[in-house]
């Protein structure tokens, strides 16, 4: 008996092996035909199948996100919404729970969790937690109806719950699944979904024709997207900026991009101001300096690649994130690159802004501006070195347009979309 072990234990390794090599595709290896009982599951090799590029980098937004009109940029744009227009709505089925009456409900520093299945036990209520243990919270003499005393325990833990009345199940967890609907206004989903992203929010889908974005939320998130709310009524005022990023590889050799040029190029007060970050400069200039001007200049020394073009909108105070490769040509290069600006307007129409230039190694710099209406700023400076570029001259360009967009409420029922 135990040669004949053995002997199968050999025999199932080289079964093993064989199999192995000659079908790694599959996902299942059935020994039944070799009198062997067993089934043995193989893990998935996630390299070997996945979505097609095409198919990943479809996006709704790319069409609005992705164009800017260098000729016809209005410094100031009036939009209007209904103020109805904000509803913030959790998703899912959620039944009434049973009509129960509590009264002296009590418990002292117990996980919410455990204070629940106290609670609903006696009710004939089966729970559970999706995510638990969750915070631990006291009560005293709790009293009313059910639905009330468990809404109370889990707004003081944090933490959403949903009935199931058919099976008598309740369920609760940290996060559920919300859609927020938002006025008929392109620039204002557009502001939100930045705003959700410079909070470090990506998982976001975004229904362009009912204008609602969907996501995972728990209560801290939540809060944030009804402060965000409550923003529009108070500042209504966004930051809109037009971006325009591009390379440059200069055509001799070892030799650098000539920016003290512009000064003898362009009419002396064109360049406002000039600042240095930690790695490159920011230059303040007026409109004289423009996207035309700038290609025209660089185009003497070095060979231009444009990367992407696009535009972000930033709500007023609030941090907003433009992911380069939304809107890039090189997949490559662009998704080592995002930009996060938090701004604001101060009095007379002047933009105080803070920009950031990230990659996927971390924050390469860090730039604050303060600039007048109508007036561009470009980042110089970059090099690509730090995106895995081995050109050592080559460097990175970002030039961007401020504009206001200010929001006005009315309570008139809007048609068109803007």
């Known amino acids: 008996m135990q040669i004949l072990y053995k002997f199968c234990s050999c025999f199932l390794l080289f079964l093993l092996c064989a199999c192995h090599n000659q079908a790694p595709q599959e996902d299942i290896i059935d020994f039944k035909k070799s009198g062997i009982e067993a089934k043995i599951y193989l893990p998935r090799n996630p390299n070997v199948i996945q979505t097609p590029k095409g198919a990943q980098s479809f996006d709704l937004e790319t069409p609005l996100r992705c164009s800017v009109n260098w000729q016809t940029q209005q410094m100031i744009t009036t939009i209007p919404y209904n103020v109805k227009a904000f509803n913030l709505v959790q998703n899912?089925?959620?039944?009434?729970?049973?009509?129960f009456e509590v009264t002296g409900f009590s418990f002292e520093t117990m996980p919410a969790e455990k204070a629940l299945l106290k609670l609903t036990k006696e009710a004939g209520i089966k729970l559970i937690a999706k995510d638990a243990p969750y915070a631990s919270?006291?009560?005293?003499?709790?009293?009313?109806?059910?639905?009330?005393?468990?809404?109370?325990?889990?707004?003081?833990?944090?933490?959403?719950?949903?009935?199931?009345?058919?099976?008598k199940i309740l369920?609760?967890?940290?996060?559920?699944?919300?859609s927020l609907y938002v006025p008929k206004s392109r620039p204002i989903l557009l502001a939100l979904l930045d705003v959700l992203r410079g909070s470090g929010i990506?998982?976001?889908?975004?229904?362009?024709?009912?204008?609602?974005?969907?996501?995972?939320a728990d209560f801290e998130l939540k809060n944030k997207i009804l402060t965000l709310i409550g923003y529009f009524e108070e500042n209504p005022s966004l930051i809109a900026f037009d971006v325009f990023v591009l390379k440059v590889h200069p055509f001799t050799k070892n030799k650098d991009i000539q920016w003290q040029?512009?000064?003898?190029?362009?009419?002396?007060?064109?360049?406002?101001?000039?600042?240095?970050?930690?790695?490159?400069?920011?230059?303040?200039?007026?409109?004289?300096?423009?996207?035309?001007?700038?290609?025209?200049?660089?185009?003497?020394?070095?060979?231009?690649?444009?990367?992407?073009?696009?535009?972000?909108?930033?709500?007023?105070?609030w941090y907003a994130r433009f992911d380069v490769?939304?809107?890039?040509?090189?997949?490559?290069?662009?998704?080592?690159?995002?930009?996060?600006?938090?701004?604001?307007?101060?009095?007379n129409n002047k933009i105080f802004s803070n920009i950031t230039i990230d990659s996927t190694n971390g924050e390469v710099t860090q730039f604050s501006i303060r600039s007048q209406l109508g007036e561009n700023f470009l980042i110089i400076g970059i090099p690509n070195e730090l995106f895995g570029n081995k050109d050592k001259n080559s460097q990175t360009i970002v030039f961007m347009v401020p504009r206001i967009i200010r929001t006005m409420k009315t309570s008139q029922h809007l048609q068109n979309k803007i």
């Open 92 to 99: 899912g089925s959620n039944d009434p729970l049973p009509r």
């Open 202 to 216: 990506t998982n976001i889908t975004s229904d362009w024709d009912d204008y609602s974005v969907s996501f995972d």
């Open 137 to 167: 919270i006291s009560a005293e003499n709790l009293r009313g109806e059910l639905s009330d005393v468990i809404k109370m325990i889990c707004d003081a833990a944090e933490i959403y719950y949903s009935y199931d009345a058919h099976n």
């Open 171 to 178: 369920r609760i967890s940290r996060k559920v699944n919300f």
């Open 325 to 347: 490769g939304k809107c890039g040509t090189n997949v490559d290069f662009d998704q080592k690159l995002s930009i996060l600006a938090k701004a604001s307007i101060e009095q």
């Open 261 to 317: 040029s512009l000064l003898s190029v362009f009419d002396y007060g064109t360049i406002k101001s000039a600042k240095s970050g930690v790695i490159g400069r920011v230059l303040t200039a007026s409109n004289d300096l423009n996207i035309a001007a700038l290609n025209a200049f660089l185009s003497m020394q070095a060979k231009v690649e444009p990367v992407a073009q696009g535009k972000f909108i930033v709500p007023n105070l």
